[in-house]
């Protein structure tokens, strides 16, 4: 099958495969005014995958908008800053996704936590003023999912079936929902923003409160292991409160940026990285309890265990089921399965989901779906070799890097509470939904989309 709407090279969409096709990814030449120092490092090219961004997920236009999102435009913005009257220049904010961390780990041949701190002290070096963690966003979609999954398992009957719900923190599993697979499948989806999503929630609206900034003078960048999350920064959101405003400006790869540390002849030293709460010391670097990526199956499934049936899950057991990238989980309660989870990893794996579910041959509650094989840690804007295929040896080490890094609940985090109730005015239901949840169009499926040959 061939994409409709790519617009710089027509691929095949294969699935699971590890060919990739080069394009070039750069946003056009900047004027000549606007070149400084920077320049150099911003001509990166990319690797785009036969991802699921793909087909009828894109338009032309936001072809154009993906490729735009690099590192000519961060330091457009760095540029502009250094010629600019003060009093127009923009707050640079930078928040780096945990997966990323073993691979910058890997690369520079540090802990993590020394990994962050190199990181943050290139970025600062640049002109950046802040540098963050997207852990506590993923506090939050991990929390709000736990909520809206109790709530649909109450609500399931055969006159309203709200299950499996599956998850949405997925970039370019969402995009495929929303484009191709529509109105079938959306409302399975569920409504808790992503955890980028909800950074630029946090960023855009509570940190530019504190710092009594308005969202647009804030230029927010996230880095991310995958291309997909550059689609979901084109997701115009309406911040809690009373502005409108894009929560992510810009998508940066961790190959991305590490290239640009690479091809950079500035001299940086190590800084902390920075926290949403001003004084507040830098945070020790963790995790959730997922292999590769936020584990939203552990986490709801002990939450649902003891919300739903009194039980204490202390640790979740998988058994692995089609192959690697598909394992279940269940709880029995007097003999019967009461809980059925599945984790999908990869499009072979969403293909069969998909299928099974428009027969009604689907037996889950539950799925954390994720269109990379081998989950987040895999995303294919990192830990690829020079010809766009995965580095083995170098995803066991960042495996290895990765488990090591300590996991914690999302429930203790005492910052989310705290913004509960001083952000979300104590889980105030109507900001807790602009702030952390989403919709999706209630579109027909794409012709014969869920019959296609992969």
Known sequence: MKCEHCTRKECSKKADEEENA???ATSPALEKEEKGEFHKLADAKIFLSACLACDRCITAEEGVRVSQQNA??????LNLNKKCDTSKHKVLAVSV????????????????TDASRRLSG????????????TTIAADFSILESQKEFVRRYQQHSEGERALPMLTSACPGWVRYAERVLGSPITPHLCTAKSPQQIMGSLVKDYFARQQNLSPDQIFHVIVGPCYDKKLEALREDVHA???????VDCVLTSGELLQMMEQ???????????????DLKEEEVQRHDGDSSDGYLAHVFRHAAKELFGEDVEKVTYRTLRNKDFQEATLEKDGQVVLRFAAAYGFRNIQNMILKLRKDKFPYHFVEVLACPGGCLHGRGQARTEDGHADKALLRQMEGIYAEIPAR?????????????EWLHGADPPRVQAALHTSFPSTGPAVSSLDMKW
């Not at 409160?241 to 929560?247: A, L, V, Y």
């Not at 950079?264 to 001003?278: Q, R, Y």
């Not at 609940?409 to 109730?421: A, D, G, I, K």
């Open 22 to 24: 080069l394009v070039d």
């Open 72 to 77: 000519k435009d961060l330091f457009h913005v």
């Open 97 to 112: 996704c945990p997966q990323s961390l073993p691979y910058f780990a890997a690369k520079l041949n540090l802990s993590v």
């Open 122 to 133: 290139f970025l600062k070096s640049l002109g950046v003023h802040y540098v963050f963690d």
């Open 241 to 247: 409160g009373s502005h409108t405003s894009q929560g």
């Open 264 to 278: 950079s002849d500035l001299s940086a030293k190590d800084a902390a990285v920075d926290t949403l709460f001003g």
């Open 409 to 421: 609940p999302p429930e203790t985090s005492e910052h989310v509470q705290m913004l509960y109730r």
